[in-house]
Every structure is written in C-alpha cells, then in structure tokens.
C-alpha cells in the first residue's frame, strides 16, 4: 500500500476539527472544576455563617469582646449587677486547652513509642498485630468510647481522687484513647518516610540501632511527628459528644482536675437545643463556635508551618 | 542469567584463585567458606577471598552476581535481612559469631555507601556523629578529628568555612567523599565501599579516585564497583564475581592482562554483563 499524504488543506482540517477527545477533556476539565467551586462555597459559606451569628453577640447584644474572652461567669440568660449580660467564656477556654494539652502529652510518648516498636523494632509484628488494632480503634465512634469514660473512667476517678468523678481528669482520659490511634498512625507515617540509608549511614558507623533510632530516625521524622501532634490536639479541641459525657458539664472555672468543667464543644453539644434562635443565648453560642473555628483554622495553620519547616531541611 | 549453560558447566571447573601473598602487605581479613541465604535462596557461595592490608581490592562482576551482598556481609550488615554462614576472619577473630559487638566491629570495618547518603544535619555534626555516639565531647578534640578527616577525605579546602552549613546542600561528589570522611573519622582499619562513584559525575570520579589511592596509605581498601576502568586504575587485587560465586582472584594485572577464566575475559573485555 502506498503511503500518500493529504493535501495542506486536507490535513489543516484534520487537525483542527474538535475531535472526541479534545471535547471529553473539556468535559473532565468543568467537572473537577465545578467540585472545586462546590467545596470552597460550601467552606466559605460555613465561615460566613459562623462568623455572622456569632459575631451578633458583640454587634447586637453589645458584650464587649474581652469581656467575653476573659469573663469567668457563663449565663447567657442572667445580668450581672451592672446590667451586662453573664457570657464570658473563659472557664471553657480554658477547660478545651487544658484537656486538649492534657490529652496530648499524654499520648504523644505511647504514640510515638508503639510507633518506633512498629517500624523499627518488630516491623512484622507491626505490621501484623498493631497496624490493624490502630486503624480498628481509629473507627470506634465516640459516643461509645464517651459511654465506656462515662461507665468505666469516671467510677474509677471518682474512687481513686474523689469528688464526682466527672472533669477535666477523666475528659483527658477518653481523649486520650481517642487520639492515642491517630497520633500513633501518623507517626508511624513520619518514621516510615524517613529513607532507609540513614539508618544503614547510622548502623555503618557502629551506631546501635537504639542510638540510630534515637539520634537518627527520630531527628529526621521531627516535622511529621509534631504533625502528627499537633492533629491529634486539633482532634482532642473538636471532641464533643464523648467529652461531653465525662466531664461534668460546669461552665466554671476547674480548680482541680477532677472538679467538673466545661470545654467549648460541650457546652455547644448541652446548650444549642435549648435556645432560641436569635436570642442572645443563642448568638453566644455561635460565638463559641466561631472561637472553635478559629482554633482548628490555627491548628491547621500550625502543620502548615511545620510542614514547610521540614523541607527547608 | 547471562550466560548459556554450557558456559555455567564449564564454570564448575574452572576457577581461577589465587590469594595474596606480599610479606610488606599480610591479610588482615579472610572469609572461609562463607555462604548467604535470604530466605532459602542462597545469593552467595563460594566467596573465599583474603585481603591485604594497605591495598585496594576490587570486587567486580555483572549485577547479581553476589559482589554487594558479599560486602555487605563482611562488616555484617546483612545481618537483618539475610543469614550470613562460615567464618568472617579479622586478624585472627571470627568476627561472624554471635557473642562478637557488631557496633564495636563495624567501628574498625567502616563502610561508605553507593548512594551519597549524609544525614540532614551540619557538614560538622555529620562527622561529628560518630565520635559523639563513642563518647567524644571536647570540642577541641572534636574539632581536630574532624578537619583530619576531611583533610584525608580531600575536602576540607571546599568547605573549611561552611562546616555549619547542612551536608544536603553539598554536591554528589563532595557529599559522597563527606561520607568518607564520616566514615574515617573513627579511624577504621578496613573501609568497605559499595560502587561509591556510581552516582558521580566523571570528574568527582576521578577526584574520588584520588582521594582513595592516598587513603589506601592508612587503611585497607574492598571497593565494589561496575566501572572495569575504575578497578583497573586503582586496586591491586581485584577479585571476579558471578553468578554467586568467585570466579577468579588475582592481582588487578593479571585479571584485566591475563584473565585464566573465559567468563572473566569475556566480562573484562565488554562481550557480556
């Protein structure tokens, strides 16, 4: 068969007809494309809506801003003797960073520890045994480790340090088997990613494999193991249900670990249904909410900057 | 796998090896019947080599014949992922037992990896790791080992004024002759190089090249390497694997002038591998 060429004005509109394919890359390209703008509108609509309702507390009910933030007296419904409206939200501030700190430094050592045991020392085990029991406990839903705080924890507390049994004591507790899976299966994320040859550079030079570990392993996997913290303290603020079972439901200012308190969420999660929508009750609640959303907002700020930190290295 | 059958019956008589034998030069490390397995396949057999000190030993043959794998085994880092077998001689101590400190043995049998691989820390605290882990402190102390060792390692005049700076932002060759220095600076006895200019430029090559033969004054030199040009330009010995076996050992000359065995002189003269 002979090889004939089209003519210049044969081949010209071959080449620019719109074939099939070119249309179906237009296509693929406005799907993905309207995803995107369907996700951030629903994200910007959710900030939006926070941040109106609970800006109204300040721009409505008129309550100073720092009363708000550093007031210890939380009673939407009642004045106080100058006439100003009881809402300062600091005791559930604080009881958030307190539990979620708490909780943290608790679980980073196990969670960073089982990690090591996994990848390092007994990669087959871990792999076997430990990654599955992770992700298993990863899938618990709350309000079941809430209820087994609520049954097990908080009798426990309340026999060992007295008092109720419910605050800031045992919230720390079921937190810290919340997050204890997911810092772990992060971490374990961070010391996999760190190349093989560092180890083999570490062992070559007659290191042992605790010192290789310790001064190698570890060092290298620094930015993802504060990552993988600092998600899990993102995780702790934004607990509500089984915080919220276990800790007392006190918008008063903990003295001890073992007073019932308050955190952000569990007075969102108590309080939301009662109010009346518009009310100033109401809006402070929203203000809450919007100081929760501009925690997680920091918090993801943080891994952000972590992240970036770690390739400068 | 590159050779016909016929060849690998013939390979079943003919070997070729002779040890070294130079009185100003005596064997420092030997292997008797050495043999690795991972899992039940086993990757090496019949690898018996004695190495003489003060001298570079080259050990060269197609990929997969067991080269790497044989050095590797040598300062035991094969341990983990494979079971190494027979006797690993250093100066008269078995060194393949296991109530032997492989941390303290690999102190004294160093090893400097195909791929540049320094740590993500200063050019300073790179070489610095290991004398820290062994107890050095004094900064007077560290400082001299240090600058020694990139003296030795032909790099100190690159970066006398940059040692705070991080080891990932050296070049191939400057980071892989650090590794070197790294390597040294606890003044091994033996150093073991796995195809260490593999990753480099000709020029760092050659720069490596150098940096070794005047290397080889203090310590004894096992080189792993593809580069049949670079064995020949450097090595004493040089010793012919494949297919997990030692074909043929003897001094560099007589291998790459005078090769006794077909494989190797098929291999040395480019026909396969």
Same mark, same amino acid.
């Given at each position: 068969?002979?090889? *004939?060429?089209?003519? *210049?004005?044969?081949?010209?509109?071959?080449?620019?007809?719109?074939?099939?394919?070119?249309?179906?890359?237009?296509?693929?390209?406005?799907?993905?494309?309207?995803?995107?703008?369907?996700?951030?509108?629903?994200?910007?609509? #959710?900030?939006?809506?926070?941040?109106?309702?609970? #800006?109204?507390?300040?721009?409505?009910?008129?309550?100073?801003?720092?009363?708000?933030?550093?007031?210890?007296?939380?009673?939407?419904?009642?004045?106080?003797?100058?006439?100003?409206?009881?809402?300062?939200?600091?005791?559930?501030?604080?009881?958030?960073?307190?539990?979620?700190?708490?909780?943290?430094?608790?679980?980073?050592?196990?969670?960073?520890?089982?990690?090591?045991?996994?990848?390092? #020392?007994?990669?087959?085990?871990?792999?076997?045994?430990?990654?599955?029991?992770?992700?298993?406990?990863?899938?618990?839903?709350?309000?079941?480790?809430?209820?087994?705080?609520?049954?097990?924890?908080?009798?426990?507390?309340?026999?060992?340090?007295?008092?109720?049994?419910?605050?800031?004591?045992?919230?720390?507790?079921? /937190?810290?088997?919340?997050? /204890?899976?997911?810092?772990?299966?992060?971490?374990?994320?961070?010391?996999?990613?760190?190349?093989?040859?560092?180890?083999?550079?570490?062992?070559?030079?007659?290191? *042992?494999?605790?010192? *290789?570990?310790?001064?190698?392993?570890?060092?290298?996997?620094?930015?993802?193991?504060?990552?993988?913290?600092?998600?899990?303290?993102?995780?702790?603020?934004?607990?509500?249900?089984?915080?919220?079972?276990?800790?007392?439901?006190?918008?008063?200012?903990?003295?001890?670990?073992?007073?019932?308190?308050?955190?952000?969420?569990?007075?969102?999660?108590?309080?939301?249904?009662?109010?009346?929508?518009?009310?100033?009750?109401?809006?402070?609640?929203?203000?809450?909410?919007?100081? /929760?959303? /501009?925690?997680?907002?920091?918090?993801?700020?943080?891994?952000?900057?972590?992240?970036?930190?770690?390739?400068?290295? | 796998?590159?050779?016909?059958?016929?060849?690998?019956?013939?390979?079943?008589?003919?070997?070729?090896?002779?040890?070294?034998?130079?009185?100003?030069?005596?064997?420092?490390?030997?292997?008797?019947?050495?043999?690795?397995?991972?899992?039940?396949?086993? %990757?090496?057999?019949?690898?018996?080599?004695?190495?003489?000190?003060?001298?570079?030993?080259?050990?060269?043959?197609?990929?997969?014949?067991?080269?790497?794998? =044989?050095?590797?085994?040598?300062?035991?880092?094969?341990?983990?992922?494979?079971?190494?077998?027979?006797?690993?001689?250093?100066?008269?101590?078995?060194?393949?037992?296991? @109530?032997? @400190?492989?941390? &303290?043995?690999?102190?004294?049998?160093?090893?400097? =990896?195909?791929?540049?691989?320094?740590?993500?820390?200063?050019?300073?605290?790179?070489? %610095?790791?290991?004398?820290?882990?062994?107890?050095?402190?004094?900064?007077?102390?560290?400082?001299?080992?240090? &600058?020694?060792?990139?003296?030795?390692?032909?790099?100190?005049?690159?970066?006398?004024?940059?040692?705070?700076?991080?080891? $990932?932002?050296?070049?191939?060759?400057?980071?892989?002759?650090?590794?070197? %220095?790294?390597?040294?600076?606890?003044?091994? @006895?033996?150093?073991?190089? @796995?195809?260490?200019?593999? %990753? $480099?430029?000709?020029?760092?090559?050659?720069?490596?090249?150098?940096?070794?033969?005047?290397?080889?004054?203090?310590?004894?030199?096992?080189?792993?390497?593809?580069?049949?040009?670079?064995?020949?330009?450097?090595? &004493?010995?040089?010793?012919?694997?494949?297919?997990?076996?030692?074909?043929?050992?003897?001094?560099?000359?007589?291998?790459?002038?005078?090769?006794?065995?077909?494989?190797?002189?098929?291999?040395?003269?480019?026909?396969?591998?």
């Amino acid at each position: 068969m002979k090889n *004939t060429q089209p003519t *210049t004005a044969d081949l010209e509109r071959q080449l620019k007809r719109r074939s099939k394919a070119a249309k179906l890359e237009v296509w693929g390209r406005v799907v993905s494309f309207s995803a995107l703008i369907l996700i951030v509108a629903v994200v910007v609509a #959710i900030i939006g809506f926070v941040a109106s309702k609970g #800006i109204a507390t300040f721009t409505t009910n008129h309550v100073n801003l720092w009363d708000f933030l550093t007031g210890k007296d939380w009673n939407p419904g009642i004045k106080d003797a100058h006439g100003k409206p009881e809402v300062g939200a600091l005791s559930m501030i604080v009881g958030s960073f307190l539990i979620t700190i708490l909780s943290a430094l608790i679980a980073t050592p196990f969670a960073i520890g089982t990690a090591v045991f996994m990848n390092e #020392i007994s990669p087959n085990r871990g792999a076997k045994i430990l990654q599955p029991v992770t992700e298993l406990l990863v899938g618990i839903p709350s309000v079941v480790y809430g209820f087994i705080g609520l049954s097990v924890v908080v009798p426990f507390t309340r026999n060992v340090f007295g008092g109720s049994g419910f605050g800031i004591l045992s919230g720390t507790c079921v /937190l810290f088997v919340m997050i /204890l899976p997911t810092v772990t299966s992060m971490s374990a994320d961070a010391l996999r990613s760190v190349p093989r040859y560092y180890r083999e550079a570490s062992l070559a030079l007659g290191a *042992t494999q605790w010192q *290789t570990i310790w001064k190698v392993v570890l060092r290298a996997a620094t930015p993802g193991l504060m990552t993988a913290v600092v998600f899990g303290m993102a995780r702790a603020f934004g607990e509500a249900l089984a915080v919220q079972m276990v800790i007392g439901n006190a918008a008063l200012m903990p003295h001890t670990l073992v007073d019932p308190a308050a955190t952000l969420t569990s007075v969102l999660t108590t309080g939301i249904g009662n109010t009346v929508m518009g009310s100033l009750q109401n809006n402070a609640l929203w203000s809450l909410a919007l100081v /929760l959303l /501009l925690m997680s907002l920091v918090f993801n700020l943080i891994v952000r900057l972590i992240g970036r930190k770690g390739r400068l290295h | 796998m590159f050779v016909n059958n016929d060849v690998s019956k013939q390979d079943m008589e003919e070997r070729h090896i002779v040890q070294p034998h130079d009185p100003d030069h005596p064997v420092v490390l030997s292997t008797e019947d050495l043999h690795v397995y991972y899992g039940k396949s086993e %990757a090496l057999y019949e690898g018996d080599l004695k190495f003489a000190q003060n001298q570079i030993t080259a050990l060269i043959g197609p990929s997969g014949s067991g080269k790497s794998t =044989f050095l590797r085994s040598l300062n035991r880092m094969n341990d983990r992922i494979a079971t190494v077998t027979g006797k690993i001689m250093y100066r008269g101590v078995d060194v393949n037992q296991p @109530d032997v @400190d492989v941390y &303290e043995m690999r102190r004294r049998i160093g090893m400097v =990896f195909q791929r540049p691989n320094p740590f993500a820390k200063s050019i300073y605290d790179n070489i %610095a790791f290991a004398l820290r882990l062994r107890g050095v402190t004094a900064k007077k102390d560290l400082d001299e080992k240090v &600058e020694r060792s990139l003296r030795q390692a032909a790099l100190w005049d690159q970066v006398k004024d940059e040692l705070t700076k991080s080891a $990932l932002a050296l070049s191939g060759g400057q980071a892989q002759r650090l590794c070197i %220095a790294r390597a040294i600076a606890l003044r091994p @006895d033996i150093l073991l190089l @796995d195809e260490p200019a593999s %990753a $480099l430029d000709p020029v760092s090559t050659s720069q490596l090249e150098d940096t070794l033969l005047k290397l080889k004054e203090h310590y004894t030199i096992i080189i792993v390497t593809h580069n049949m040009q670079q064995a020949a330009r450097i090595s &004493e010995y040089t010793a012919f694997f494949n297919q997990g076996r030692v074909l043929e050992y003897d001094t560099t000359s007589h291998i790459f002038t005078n090769p006794r065995v077909q494989v190797t002189s098929d291999y040395v003269s480019g026909n396969f591998g």
